[in-house]
């Protein structure tokens, strides 16, 4: 295995990129993740916030104590993972993390494996999806990302530009990911657009250090709209427009309670806004 | 192999490993400094916790080769008074989570000399202790200054 | 004088018949109360080296040469090996040697659980042995898997035969009952997760074969690997100094430690084998799941006249079928008791001892059980519960109970509960709840002890006894302190190797002090009567002060040795204790939040005060975990452990802490040994579970039957409330909820 450590983006030639490694150590450890080459982008990836734009290389640690950005985004980074993690992991890094679906992590030939059944549905699936969930039951572990949907930020990549649900996509037959991110495709920075009020509200099964059962971000968009965000709820961010939207849930058997647990966690948040 | 240039506790390392060793193999298997634990080995319990710049972080997921910066181990904090603020408090029970909850603590009481116990237990989060010393070690934390 | 007597040996809540060799125990208890030493905090001895790092675990053994083993395990939850092929493993860079099903012991062919042990490489490093086990061709013959108890008991796949027992008459106290309460109560698997995880490393020194191990038990590994060897036992040197956490599963050697022993003999090396986190999830036991159909009658006055227990334990592949039913056979004054306990054979990993088997599953159920039928009767849960009051252990005298003692003190953390009713709000319920707690922790013989004590007035107590983080350590050297009237800093305690210093207790069954403690206390006196004569001698008075009687011994030791006396023939030696706790529970979002538990226990004499708080401290916020978020979960298809690291098994984190208030009723067992003292590592799991239960019932009148209470079974128990409720509105009587 061989390690790079480019300095800009120009320099950027294929790989395995890995910031905080949070996610990417452990995948290469499980044999998840193949890699013969890495790419330590840590020369290249922004990191900090400036007038509304955060780089994707600022730590969870960093935004979780940041005046400068809006109530949702520092709450899902305060609550997210352990203080450890939070130290080590960046925003960028957050936004790709891999779902928590135990089939998937270990390595059962599932559909986001390439494989043709989703084990979860007929399986243990106590913490997977109520949305979206009939070609895999997968539940997205991202609270910070959830937030950032909310807000309505957009993304900047070496490539492009693009609203962050757009980075999200629901896996089907013929293409298995979760993201939109191509090959060599890097994100750079966060850019938040100003909204009147948000915050965000996780439900965990301790106080600390746990994904999401359900994680709900709520933001007021400075033209009085409101953007509601779930984590944990479905395989990719899941975008409501009302917490009676909630009744569409289509929960499998022991996912049920997260219907209940969602609707009250939107209603507060809601109120918490207004 | 490759060459890895490390500072640990003060002192200066140049080492052969692999690319893709870890930190915490590097510390206890090529420096001999067990007093950083290996729990879990996949950044779930915090037993490995290093500093690197006074931030904590997780040795086991760390590639050492990505490490910048000082890395400060339980072997460089045996002399802080949180030691003998643990052993005052019974904070420690097998022992094994302990070096990892030393470094934290001491990187939480050197950006906050007097913790409330919110901010402890916030910080403290991702250090597991299995036989449940908690209490104590939020005695130890609160009371590392007498 | 030695005695040797035919007698009942407890550990763990298992009793056998053994022949053993009793010393007389002579020395009359010290007074009640704190003493000089005992009975006043001490901070461990040991904390400097293991808070510093300095603790040498045998995670941290490294010896010149060492290889390290990987161990192939089963993928399948039931299968045989038709045909092994090593030999591509051997061919792999740093390979050493292999060994395949039969050629170490625990490697077998038929596979009973996925992680079962099959075979194992030694290479000179851990990914080189770790690859080397992937490259192990393995023809597998795939068998039924049968993970669902109730089936397994329907169709007799037993590990043994159904245990039943019944006193008095059942079926006609329950038809003569008042009221009759029945509730099916489940519990879940559990996994220890020591930190430390199960690890071994052996190497041979001439015939003799010396095993560093994490053990709760030196001589019961020294017995197992001579036995299972042929070797002699003094060919068997065994060494723990310091331990990080067992909690019950490390009582004995397992694959691990015969996998090291076989390939270090193959390779003439030193050789570690050591779980990996996830191979901890599998295959190093835990606590089993129960299912427990309940059923109670009793007359309108209290009195509990009948209790029912069909008892199922999801033992597993392997190990035994612990006593879910003891409590409800126990805890209470109840003539008619029946209860049969099945321990279903599933081909899921095997169930090992963890802190209180059997007994923190059946108080939960028991206890749970008990405040519904407070509920029924109207009667307040503690006013209940002190009706029923055992006066004897099945006609068999106490040698010690202050369980009334320990109801009294709970009396005002009790009250508590109306003004944390009236701190509930239309989200936030809060209640209180309690559950009383029985259990063994009465040790027993045989254990032994020396002290030396040396000119320089420093005394040191030598025994292979283990410390497994309980602060025994501590304990045993505040114990010959106080004999020797020395200060505490000039007692130190050898321990952890089996080559130097006698048989000592396992570390398990909550028996470390009240079996070691007595021997060291008997060595100590045999020292300090030496000291005495000398005195004597030297014409100073017998009770001179010890280091001005040894001053003058230069190069001279005092060496004194003591054992373990017998228990109280004809007693039943038993800890006992209640919980109170506060629980606040969201009734939008199912989140239950433990506010305070108020833990009395009652272990005869308390030796550190400070050590026996944090021990109940632990053993409650393990139980946290066990009752609000861990559960070790399996595919229903293929029968393998899916939450296999830790961040899917979810222990508590230092912000999930209650604040806990921790009191001792602190009097020595009269009957009970030279101490007075119970063990105590056990007692504070006991009750917690149902304890937390009561009061998520007492906040909110959702009956939560399932552990862990996670939202999901709270949810559930809340919305069967309202159900309920609304139902009997609809008949027209008032809604209690």
Known sequence: MELLRPSSVAELDGGSFVHGGTEVVPLLREGLLQAQRLVDVRGVVPRGVRDGVVGAGTTLAQLEVEPAIPEALREACRLASSPQLRNMGSLGGNLLQATRCWYWRLGYDCRLHGGDRCHAREGEHREHAIFANDFCASAHPSDVAAALVALGARLRTNRRELAVEDLYRLPDEADRRTTTLEDGELLLEVELPPVDASTYLKAMDRKRWSFPQVGVAVARQADGSTRIALAGVAPVPWLIESVEELETATPLPRTEWKVPLAQALVRRALAALA | MSELRLTINGGEHVL??????????????????????????????????????????????????????????????????????????????????????????????????????????????????????????????????? | MARLIRTEKEVEGRFEEVWIVVEEDPLEQWPAGPLAVVGRPAPRQDAPERVRGEARYTADIKLPGMLHAAVLRSPHAHAHVRRIDLAPALTLPGVRAAVGPGEAHGLEEEAGFSGAPVAAVAADTLAQAQAAVEAVDVEWEELEVVVDPDEAVKRGLLRDEPRRRERGDVERALAGADVVVETTYRTQTVLHNSLETHQAVCEWQGDTLHVYISTQFIWGIRQAVSETLGLPEDKVRVVCEFMGGGFGSKNGPDEYTYVAAELAKRTGRAVRCALTRREEHTSAGNRNATIQRLRAGARSDGTIVALV?????????????????????????????????????????????????????????????????????????????RRNYAGSNEGTPYSSKNLEECYRRAEPHWERRHEAHARSDAVWKRGVGMASQIWYGGGGPPSYAWVRLGSDGRATVITAMQDIGTGTRTAMAQIAAEELRLPLENVEVVLGDSARGPYASISAGSSTTPSMGPAVRAAAADAREQVEDIAEQRGLPRDAPVEEVVSLLEESQILGKGARGPNPSGMSVLTFGVHVVEVAVDVETGEVVVERVAAIHDVGRIVNPLGASSQVEGGIIQGIGHTLSEERLLDPETGRVLTTSLDAYRMPTIADVPEIVCEFVDRPDEHLTNLGSKGLGEPPIVPIAAAIANAVRDATGADVHELPISREEMLRALREAEQQAREKEKRGAPATV
């Open chain 3, 309 to 385: 227990g069909e008892f199922t334990n999801s033992v597993g592949w392997s190990g035994w079928n612990a006593s879910t039913e003891g409590p409800m056979w126990m805890l209470y004054d109840c003539e008619n008791v029946r209860t049969v306990t099945y321990g279903a054979q599933l081909n899921t990993p095997p169930m090992k001892a963890f802190r209180a088997p059997g007994f923190v599953e059946g108080t939960f159920g028991l206890e749970c059980l008990i405040d519904e039928l407070a509920a029924r009767l109207d009667v307040d849960p503690l006013e209940l519960r």
């Open chain 2, 16 to 146: 052969d490993v692999p690319v893709g060793t870890s930190l915490a193999d590097v510390l206890r298997e090529e420096l001999e400094l067990t007093g950083t634990k290996i729990a879990c080995n996949e950044g779930h319990c915090g037993a490995c916790t290093v500093q690197v710049d006074g931030v904590p972080r997780l040795s086991c997921i760390t590639l050492a080769h990505t490490v910048e910066g000082e890395v400060t181990t339980i072997e460089g904090l045996r002399e802080h008074p949180l030691v003998e603020a643990f052993v005052r408090a019974d904070a420690v029970q097998c022992g094994f989570c302990t070096p990892g909850q030393v470094v934290s603590a001491a990187a939480l009481v050197a950006a906050r000399p007097e913790p409330t116990r919110d901010e402890i237990r916030h910080a403290m989060a991702g250090n597991i202790c299995r036989c449940g010393t908690y209490p104590k070690i939020e005695e130890a934390i609160l009371t590392w200054q007498d």
